[in-house]
Nanobody, 124 residues
Framework: QVQLVESGGGSVQAGGSLRLTCTAS????????MAWFRQAPGKEREGVAA????????YYSDSVKGRFTISDDNGKMKIFLQMDNLKPEDTAMYYC?????????????????WGQGTQVTVSS
């Protein structure tokens, strides 16, 4: 079992920055894939960034590459998503997800554990 708690969402103007945090609580895993997904109204859930919590492997969607940075807290089951140069199209509910292992870290169907989400709104 894995419990996930997100924080750090909010409202910002285009060009601004936000930092999301996700903390995992688990007795079953020493390391795992953790990822950020987002979902805007009427759209499918999209993989944004993923990391294996040893910090070696990171993955980004093309839509955020160069603007967002995913990192972890030295393997302590806490990850961050630094979002810079935010655009109105980044507006969505952002979800943290976790899975022991997956060959497809940016695909939502690969993840069993999900947080409740945090809203990010970017105004033009």
């Amino acid at each position: 079992q894995v419990q996930l708690v997100e924080s750090g969402g909010g409202s910002v103007q285009a060009g601004g920055s936000l930092r999301l945090t996700c903390t995992a609580s688990t007795r079953d895993y020493n390391a795992m894939y953790m990822a950020w997904f987002r979902q805007a109204p009427g759209k499918e859930r999209e993989g944004v960034a993923a990391i294996f919590t040893n910090g070696v492997s990171v993955y980004y969607s093309d839509s955020v590459k160069g603007r967002f940075t995913i990192s972890d807290d030295n393997g302590k089951m806490k990850i961050f998503l630094q979002m810079d140069n935010l655009k109105p199209e980044d507006t969505a509910m952002y979800y943290c997800a976790a899975e022991g292992w997956t060959p497809r870290p940016l695909q939502a169907r690969e993840y069993h554990y999900w947080g409740q989400g945090t809203q990010v709104t970017v105004s033009s």
